[in-house]
């Protein structure tokens, strides 16, 4: 069964910026419409972070990630710019693809394993 792998998650500074990558295991082509970043901190409900049309659009984006926060797409990769970090974006960051262009988690069926995204002061 295909899963997510995501990279580039770790620990940074107040300020500071990360770019998350996602791929397909095994390099398969997948066929999903939608790609999106979620994330999760200790104690909290797994949160919309952005998503994107694979076929290109305009991406959507959670309020916190707004004016901060880049998703775009490239073959058969997803990535998540991540600028001006804060220690609320301190989470694990999943990515998730799915048919439908909806926020919820529920909207997506294949996920990765998360990448952890701390950020310190």
């Known amino acids: 069964q295909v899963q997510m792998v995501e990279s580039g998650g770790g620990s940074v500074q107040v300020g500071g910026s990360l770019r998350l990558s996602c791929s397909p295991s095994g390099g398969r082509m997948l066929s999903s419409s939608v790609w999106g970043w979620f994330r999760q901190a200790p104690g909290k409900d797994r949160e919309f972070v952005a998503l994107?049309?694979?076929?290109?659009?305009t991406p959507l984006y959670a309020d916190s990630a707004k004016g901060r926060f880049v998703i775009s797409s490239d073959k058969n990769t997803a990535y998540l710019q991540m600028f001006s970090l804060r220690p609320e974006d301190t989470a694990v960051y999943f990515c998730a693809v799915g048919s439908h262009y909806e926020t919820s988690p529920r909207a997506f069926d294949t996920w990765g394993q998360g990448t952890q995204v701390t950020v310190v002061s």
């Open positions: 994107i049309r694979w076929r290109g659009g």
